[in-house]
T-cell receptor, first 109, second 113 residues
Framework: AQRVTQPEKLLSVFKGAPVELKCNYSYSGSPELFWYVQYSRQRLQLLLRHISRESIKGFTADLNKGETSFHLKKPFAQEEDSAMYYCALTAGGAQKLVFGQGTRLTINP | DVKVTQSSRYLVKRTGEKVFLECVQDMDHENMFWYRQDPGLGLRLIYFSYDVKMKEKGDIPEGYSVSREKKERFSLILESASTNQTSMYLC????????????FGPGTRLTVT
């Protein structure tokens, strides 16, 4: 079965510092990986997906198949990045997402 | 813009009551999903549907059922609410295909007393 693990429930960094939110997955094939974000009082929304290789709001994520990881990174954190972040995957063409436990990111001024 | 709406933002029900949570999407999406969101557990899939009148169990279907009579509407039913079903319930929709973005509703916070 597929599994997504986000080892940090809480992460706090200062504004301007680099940010890395960790995500590890277990799946024997080639998964599709996503990061979703939920800002305060807003609905959950897609931040980025690995197949599009985009940088959204300064965030990037690289799929490392050897380490089965998809860590989310940003070189300089901003206060508006404070939110709940979820890593998720789909596998084998299935429509359903498997989510990690989530990491609450707080950016301190 | 895709719009997914849920019938209630907050709901308080008593143990044993039958509860209906409604979700409507306006983008003609094939897939619809019901999740529950709990701190420390993330989002867990309860049921999903890839077509009208079709449904599949997710990871935690016990105590829940669903109905999809029309493409745009997906209902979650708690046959006999229990206190351990107190949670935030999120509905989502997506076009067909596993790589497609899921669009989420605002959520319904259900409290069962």
């Amino acid at each position: 079965a597929q599994r997504v693990t986000q080892p940090e429930k809480l992460l706090s960094v200062f504004k301007g510092a680099p940010v890395e939110l960790k995500c590890n997955y277990s799946y024997s094939g080639s998964p599709e990986l996503f990061w979703y974000v939920q800002y305060s009082r807003q609905r959950l929304q897609l931040l980025l997906r690995h197949i599009s290789r985009e940088s959204i709001k300064g965030f990037t994520a690289d799929l490392n198949k050897g380490e089965t990881s998809f860590h989310l990174k940003k070189p300089f954190a901003q206060e508006e990045d404070s939110a709940m972040y979820y890593c998720a995957l789909t596998a084998g063409g299935a429509q359903k997402l498997v989510f990690g436990q989530g990491t609450r990111l707080t950016i301190n001024p | 813009d895709v719009k997914v709406t849920q019938s209630s933002r907050y709901l308080v029900k008593r143990t044993g009551e039958k509860v209906f949570l409604e979700c409507v999407q306006d983008m003609d999406h094939e897939n619809m999903f019901w999740y529950r969101q709990d701190p420390g557990l993330g989002l867990r899939l309860i049921y999903f549907s890839y077509d009208v009148k079709m449904k599949e169990k997710g990871d935690i279907p016990e105590g829940y059922s669903v109905s999809r009579e029309k493409k745009e509407r997906f209902s979650l039913i708690l046959e006999s609410a229990s206190t351990n079903q107190t949670s935030m319930y999120l509905c989502a929709s997506s076009p067909s295909g596993g790589q497609d973005e899921q669009y989420f509703g605002p959520g319904t916070r259900l409290t069962v007393t």
